[in-house]
């Protein structure tokens, strides 16, 4: 099973519906991130948490709320889709790095959500 | 201005043959990391190899180096003997900051897709 896992993977909907992506890891780690990828565009970061009570915005957050359920969950909302958000979407973790041991931030990434908003 | 530059959009190698990606980066930061993930055609995101600001080495990884010239701002991954499993879409990416005191997340470059012919 995958450390960092995405549901759903695929998903078509309708402009103006509501939309859920949630993320759920068993790596044990604190920091958690929404990204969205476009194609030419690279990654681009939605919303970031560093535990249930920290959420802040990315570089991209219109249209976008997340949830950070638990340590392990945190899910990703388009209230009211909209044609542009189309997107591959990338839930990553990454360890504190507060146990002493060197620790680069290296993120590891779901499998992706490919959206499609029609 | 870009904080990640990959100005290769798209490259082929032959199989066997050493390729080298180009990936520029700013900031003014003295602590810093960089990284190279891979994107198959699959979607997954992979880790490759990771170079921190004060490393006094190149970070080599299996057939992965990073050739990092900190006065030029440049972290080209080298792919050494190419092999058709290679085809895919490089990101260069950078942490700003020591990853403790940081955000933790990482600014991508728009990727360039490398292709290995037989």
């Known amino acids: 099973d995958a450390d960092v896992t995405q549901t759903p993977r695929n998903r078509i909907t309708k402009t103006g519906k509501r939309i859920m992506l949630e993320c759920s890891q068993t790596?044990?780690?604190?920091?958690m991130y929404w990204y969205r990828q476009d194609p030419g565009l690279g990654l681009r970061l939605i919303y970031y948490s560093f535990d249930v009570k920290d959420i802040n915005k990315g570089e991209i957050s219109d249209g976008y709320s997340v949830s950070r359920q638990a340590q392990a969950k945190f899910s990703l909302s388009l209230e009211s889709a909209i044609p542009n958000q189309t997107a591959l979407y990338f839930c990553a973790t990454s360890d504190q790095g507060e146990r002493g041991a060197p620790n680069t931030g290296e993120l590891f990434f779901g499998e992706g959500s490919r959206l499609t908003v029609l | 201005a870009q904080k990640i530059t990959q100005t290769q959009p798209g490259m082929f190698v032959q199989e066997k043959e050493a390729v080298t990606l180009d990936c520029t980066y700013d900031?003014?930061?003295?602590?810093?990391?960089l990284f190279w993930y891979k994107q198959p055609s699959s979607g997954e995101m992979i880790f490759l190899i990771y170079?921190?600001?004060?490393?006094?080495q190149n970070a080599t990884e299996g057939r992965y180096s990073l050739n990092f010239q900190k006065a030029r701002k440049s972290a080209n991954l080298v792919i050494s003997a190419s092999q058709l499993g290679d085809s895919a879409m490089y990101f260069c990416a950078m942490r700003e900051g020591n990853y403790g005191g940081s955000q933790g997340n990482l600014i991508f470059g728009k990727g360039t897709k490398l292709s290995v012919k037989p």
């Open positions: 790596k044990g780690h604190d920091r």
């Open positions: 170079q921190g600001s004060y490393d006094q």
């Open positions: 900031t003014s930061d003295p602590s810093y990391g």
